[in-house]
């Protein structure tokens, strides 16, 4: 006899019979029996006895699991399951069991059907709607998955677990309401960890980024090893522009889970945003040697690969991204970014409508019940040239009208309100209508940032001509006027140092008192071009009239009377290069793709001059350069305005 047929007979109170173990049954239900009684201390010990002898006693196994879930929790079923379980039950709670254990073993399918075979022998247990919602959500059964736990949470209303649950089936089907509405339940219900990092994550979805940072805080405070809520609060953090913190919160994510190839992204992202960009290359590059399928550290280590000026290798990383995952929008509209800023517009154009594709061009698009214009042979009708993006691409590409109009199009331009008296005047435009506002009948349209995709543009046929843009002549003699009741100063030269207040826009935008070393030269008058951001200080010598501009015709006449504009990467230059005005734009270390690289010109703007940062943040060279030809013209040198 081995020691293990011993052991059996010593619990089991008599002899083993080999391969029959006949009171093995007997012994399950005398477990059974104390279990019916509510004596689950005794039922366990029997269960217990049974699989010391047969540890593959499936009755026993599912009976002692919902003994210990019973003694760990409250009443797995309905507030009466003393007067309701039976027969059916116990099958019901079989089936389960089994759906559990599925369940963790990744067998979704098999999961499912034994939850449903539960349900469909005892309808009344909630944890088997609660888990088969669970399956269904990871199966993409939203709506499935919703229904179960409304189910489960009829039966058991007071179950925290189910309502957070149901909060994150609701935001997947966008019903954001609705799954705070059900996160706060739960967290009413029971301060949990989960639920409050669940509810921040639908708050900074919803843009209340303050009140998902107190959420993230409470989750931290309830669970301080939980390296996923300091990794999201860092994300948040981020979307505030508060870098310095963000680096913080993802560190310690990574002190507390050092092989999470999520938390190094983060970081990365926030190193890059403050143009640590080694630093950052070096996180992405950590993030894939722990997943070497990570996708989106693929396209943000081409996006800081890119900033450095390291196209080849930019390209690399996001065809390597979209090799991993084909339909990655992102990735297809930083490809198109880097092939643009190569020069390869026409593969640059073509990766670019993808950007539809993005969660802010599916927002942006517009279905206008017309087919889009792609270039084909249109003579006599009419297309509709919409503006999608900023204010300078409107500037930049309302040129492609004319070329359109050139073709036998009628065009009709729908564009920012401010742009309309401007653009008005565009050669070819039929009738321009600001944004907003009903359109008159067109067959064809077309984004305006599609026209050079349509029009097959290359380097070689950028429509590049001198200036095709004109300020009103009666305001540019009233400015005129204006300028000259003024002390003659000399040459008189127009400056734009901000953008809007985007990540983008603090790294091409400086601060107003680094223009300082510019009012040292004799002989220059400085006029504001600069309608927001920070005001130069009251004593510096520059003239302000910004005030007094309702829209781009009015600047668009001020700077007709300039002799030179000085700006950053804003639409002022686009402005004053479509004028055909002198442009010397001061351009970041990582410029944005239509400046191209490694030129001081532009193939857009004849009259553009580019000073570029040699690294990042450094206005001050950028300064002393433009001082220095400002300089060199002042004493003769007549090249100093041109291209």
């Not at 639908?202 to 809520?229: T, V, Y």
């Not at 790294?507 to 071009?529: G, H, I, T, V």
């Not at 686009?574 to 005005?581: Q, T």
Request: hydrophobic share 40%; aromatic share 8%.
């Amino acid at each position: 006899m081995n020691r293990k047929q011993r052991r059996a007979e010593q619990k089991l109170g008599g002899p083993v019979i080999p391969g029959m173990l006949l009171r093995v049954q007997s012994v399950f239900s005398d477990a059974l029996r104390h279990y019916r009684a509510g004596s689950l201390t005794e039922a366990e010990r029997l269960c217990r006895q049974v699989l010391d002898v047969d540890s593959r006693h499936a009755e026993s196994r599912h009976l002692l699991g919902l003994i210990v879930r019973q003694m760990r929790q409250s009443s797995l079923s309905s507030p009466n399951l003393e007067n309701e379980i039976g027969p059916d039950y116990e099958q019901a709670i079989y089936f389960y069991n089994i759906g559990v254990e599925r369940g963790v073993r990744g067998w979704l399918s098999d999961a499912i059907a034994s939850y449903r075979k539960a349900i469909s022998v005892y309808p009344y247990i909630p944890e088997a709607y609660d888990n088969l919602g669970n399956a269904l959500r990871e199966r993409g059964r939203l709506d499935d998955a919703v229904a179960c736990y409304k189910r489960a949470i009829s039966l058991k209303p007071g179950h925290p677990g189910t309502y957070n649950n149901l909060g994150s089936a609701l935001f997947d089907v966008g019903q954001p309401e609705a799954a705070i509405a059900c996160y706060r339940k739960a967290i009413g219900l029971k301060r949990d960890s989960p639920a409050y990092g669940n509810l921040a994550n639908a708050l900074r979805k919803q843009g209340d980024l303050n009140e998902a940072i107190a959420c993230f805080r409470n989750a931290i405070s309830l669970q301080p090893d939980q390296s996923e809520a300091y990794h999201n609060l860092g994300n948040v953090l981020q979307d505030q522009e508060r870098l310095g913190e963000a680096v913080s919160h993802y560190r310690w994510a990574i002190v507390i889970k050092p092989g999470d190839p999520e938390a190094y992204n983060g970081l990365g992202t926030a190193l890059r945003e403050m143009e640590r960009l080694d630093e950052a290359v070096a996180c992405f590059q950590t993030a894939l040697d722990l997943r070497p399928d990570y996708c989106p550290a693929y396209n943000n280590l081409g996006n800081t690969l890119q900033d450095q000026g390291r196209m080849d290798d930019a390209v690399a990383c996001y065809r390597r991204a979209l090799a991993l995952e084909p339909d990655h929008p992102g990735a297809h509209c930083n490809l198109a970014m880097a092939l643009l800023g190569q020069g390869d517009l026409a593969a640059g154009w073509e990766a670019y409508e993808r950007r539809w594709q993005t969660p802010d061009g599916i927002n942006a698009r517009r279905d206008f019940g017309r087919p889009q214009w792609r270039g084909e042979a249109a003579e006599g009708k009419t297309l509709l040239i919409h503006a999608e993006q900023g204010f300078g691409d409107s500037l930049q590409f309302c040129r492609y009208a004319s070329l359109a109009a050139a073709r036998g199009l009628r065009v009709v331009m729908e564009v920012q309100k401010p742009l309309l008296r401007l653009l008005r005047g565009l050669p070819g435009v039929e009738q321009v209508v600001p944004y907003g506002e009903p359109l008159p009948a067109f067959d064809l349209h077309c984004p305006m940032l599609s026209m050079p995709l349509a029009l097959g543009t290359t380097l070689a046929t950028i429509p590049s001509a001198t200036s095709y843009l004109r300020a009103d002549d009666d305001l540019i003699a009233t400015w005129r006027a204006r300028l000259s009741a003024l002390p003659d100063h000399g040459r008189r030269i127009g400056l734009a140092w901000a953008g809007r207040r985007q990540a983008v826009d603090r790294r091409r935008s400086l601060a107003p008192e680094k223009l300082a070393p510019l009012f040292d030269l004799p002989n220059m008058q400085f006029f504001s071009l600069q309608k927001d951001g920070s005001p130069v200080s009251k004593d510096s010598p520059v003239t302000d009239f910004m005030s007094e501009m309702e829209d781009f015709a009015d600047t668009a006449a001020l700077i007709a009377n300039l002799d030179l504009v000085i700006s950053v990467d804003t639409a002022v230059v686009h402005l004053a290069a479509a004028l055909g005005k002198p442009v010397w734009m001061a351009d970041r270390f990582s410029p944005c793709w239509r400046w191209l690289r490694h030129r001081e010109d532009s193939p857009w703007y004849p009259s553009l001059r580019l000073f570029r940062q040699s690294k990042p943040r450094d206005w001050h060279a950028v300064i002393e350069r433009i001082k220095a030809e400002l300089f060199l013209f002042d004493n003769g040198n007549t090249n100093a305005f041109r291209d």
